[in-house]
Each structure stands twice: as structure tokens, then as C-alpha cells.
Nanobody, 119 residues
Framework: QVQLVESGGGLVQAGDSLRLSCAASLGTFESYHMGWFRQAAGKEREFLAFINWRGSVTSYADSVKGRFAISRDNAKSMAYLQMNSLKPEDTAVYYC????????????WGQGTQVTVSS
């Protein structure tokens, strides 16, 4: 059964840091690229970061570039999102997602974890 489970969300103050984790049950984790997304209340889901199957290629949305860092540990089937210098506008539900190396779309999603940043 394919499963992605996010953790690490919570309530923090502006300027704080959080690290989100995504535990994957995907079979061969190395067969998947991983991404992080978020959705704020009343807004569309937003892409944040991508990491390829080896961890050798990453990309970021402009809104988080320089503040967030995506990483993965293939030995543990884990993906991470380190979030620094958090702002109130970063408040959202954060999701990890997986797509096979041969697919352009993310076929697997976690249930999300809430991040709330107070000013």
C-alpha cells in the first residue's frame, strides 16, 4: 500500500524554523521524485520544492527560495523540508507528494500537516 505521512507541523512565531518530515511507503523509494506543496485557506495548492530520486537535483518556488530546503534520505525512505525565517504568509497545510521518475504528475499525496506562523 502506497502511503505518505507528513509530520513536524505546528504553531511557531515569525522568524522561527521548522523541519517537516515525510515518511514514505512506496516500495522502492528511489523510483520516485519527491515534492512539497502547500495550500493556504481559500487559496490554490502551491508548489514549493522538488528533489529528484537521487537527491542530486532540487528546485524551488520563488516564494521560498533561500528560506526552504528540500532533502531526502533514501535509506530511510524519508523526505524533508527545512523551513527557515518563517513568515505569517507561510501559514498553510503542507503536503509531500511523490511521482515516479517516468511521470510528469504526482500520483501520491500525504494527508498534510498544518503549519501556522504567528506574527
Amino acid at each position: 500500500q502506497v502511503q505518505l505521512v507528513e509530520s513536524g507541523g505546528g504553531l511557531v512565531q515569525a522568524g522561527d524554523s521548522l523541519r517537516l518530515s515525510c515518511a514514505a511507503s512506496l516500495g522502492t523509494f528511489e523510483s520516485y521524485h519527491m515534492g512539497w506543496f502547500r495550500q493556504a485557506a481559500g487559496k490554490e495548492r502551491e508548489f514549493l520544492a522538488f528533489i529528484n530520486w537521487r537527491g542530486s537535483v532540487t528546485s524551488y518556488a520563488d516564494s521560498v527560495k533561500g528560506r526552504f530546503a528540500i532533502s531526502r534520505d533514501n535509506a530511510k525512505s524519508m523526505a524533508y523540508l527545512q523551513m527557515n525565517s518563517l513568515k505569517p504568509e507561510d501559514t498553510a497545510v503542507y503536503y509531500c507528494a511523490a511521482r515516479t521518475t517516468g511521470s510528469p504528475t504526482y500520483g501520491y499525496w500525504g494527508q498534510g500537516t498544518q503549519v501556522t506562523v504567528s506574527s
